[in-house]
């Protein structure tokens, strides 16, 4: 019983006709290094030749000293995603539009003011992009996403002093991520 439930699982995923469309590559965006350091990954896996299946991690576990004791900046958080990318010519290469939801756990503050937020993110968001071939197995990719959702939030007066200065909910739209990736076709 348990081989025929996934057998028919694996049908309802991957249905015969469309088996052989399926490619998957890797991705990393370059530009989440530069916000301190998020390390990220990208898999995605072809449903259709338009039709892609995206899941994606982000997490940064890293605190920065500014200087002078108690002055810290940290963009913590641990993100995943899964969403779907339409591609009006074939996957993996041209133009693309995206869908995703999103959840996310933070800890922000130290870099623009004194104060720190932290808290949960759920939403879903919305993005378009251009991937160019560069190779049979490379890609480049551009490209740019907005997210909305609700967020759950406490609000410190510094990264380290634990003082709590607010908390609450609030709905948010906010940008999500700018692409610059590069990806690995298997």
């Known amino acids: 019983m348990k081989r025929f439930i996934t057998l028919l699982l694996c049908l309802a995923a991957f249905p015969p006709g469309i088996a052989g469309a399926q490619e998957l590559a890797l991705s990393t965006n370059v530009l989440d290094y530069a916000r301190l350091g998020t390390l990220n990954l ?82 879903g968001g919305l993005g378009a992009g251009y991937t160019y071939m560069l190779h049979k197995h490379f890609n480049l990719e551009v490209g740019a996403s907005l997210w909305a959702g609700t967020n759950s939030f406490t609000v410190y007066d510094c990264p380290v002093c634990g003082k709590v200065s607010g908390a609450g909910e609030r709905t948010f739209v906010r940008p999500n991520e700018i692409l610059l990736s590069l990806i690995y076709v298997f």
Not at 66 to 71: C, M, P, T, V
Not at 110 to 118: L, M
């Open 42 to 123: 990208e898999a995605s896996v072809g449903l259709a030749r338009r039709w892609t299946l995206n899941a994606g991690a982000r997490y940064n576990p890293f605190s920065f000293e500014k200087g002078g004791g108690q002055q810290q900046m940290q963009l913590r958080q641990r993100s995943v995603s899964l969403g779907t990318r339409f591609w009006p010519w074939h996957i993996h290469s041209g133009w693309w539009l995206s869908a995703k939801l999103q959840a996310q756990e933070y800890n922000e503050g130290g870099v623009r003011s004194p104060r720190t937020e932290e808290g949960e993110r759920y939403g």
